[in-house]
């Protein structure tokens, strides 16, 4: 019995050393697609986390600053103004600006082309029976 015991304790050391070589000499596999991409996108493997966090610190840093902060609000003035009359002028435009004068959402009687609504069979009208002075 301990021959059989020392036969099998003697065999398992040895398929373990085997299996153990066998290990270090196997190929690795190829990178996933996604590696692939990253490896193309990133080449040097630059760690952008830690460049975007001292930006942000930066930025941090900048916006005690009071000429930052004039800048800043001067643009946000400018941005604000510029809407303001952009909008001012889309809803102000003259008549002559106009393709349909007047438009045919708010006269309703006509549709882009200058032609009556069209009219579904069996459609019923709804009339309104007190007038705008």
């Keep these: 019995m301990k021959r059989y015991a020392f036969g099998l304790t003697l065999l398992l050391l040895?398929?373990?050393?085997m299996h153990g070589a066998g290990m270090q000499q196997?190929?690795?596999a190829p990178p996933?697609?996604?590696?692939?991409?990253?490896g193309q996108i990133n080449p040097d493997d630059k760690d952008c986390g830690?460049?975007?966090e001292q930006r942000k610190q930066d930025f941090i840093n900048?916006?005690?600053n009071p000429?930052?902060?004039?800048?800043?609000g001067a643009t946000g003035a400018v941005v604000m103004l510029g809407a303001t009359l952009f909008a001012l002028?889309?809803?102000?435009?003259p008549p002559w600006m106009l393709r349909h004068?007047?438009?045919p959402i708010s006269a309703g009687t006509t549709n882009m082309h200058g032609a009556p609504p069209a009219r579904r069979p069996g459609a019923t009208t709804i009339t309104s029976s007190f007038a705008i002075e």
Excluded: M
Aim: charged letters at 25%.
């Design 14 to 17: 040895a398929t373990s050393q």
């Design 26 to 28: 196997r190929r690795k």
């Design 32 to 38: 996933a697609w996604y590696e692939r991409a990253a």
């Design 50 to 52: 830690s460049v975007w």
């Design 62 to 64: 900048q916006l005690g």
């Design 67 to 72: 000429y930052f902060r004039y800048g800043l």
């Design 89 to 93: 002028y889309v809803r102000h435009r």
């Design 101 to 103: 004068s007047p438009s």
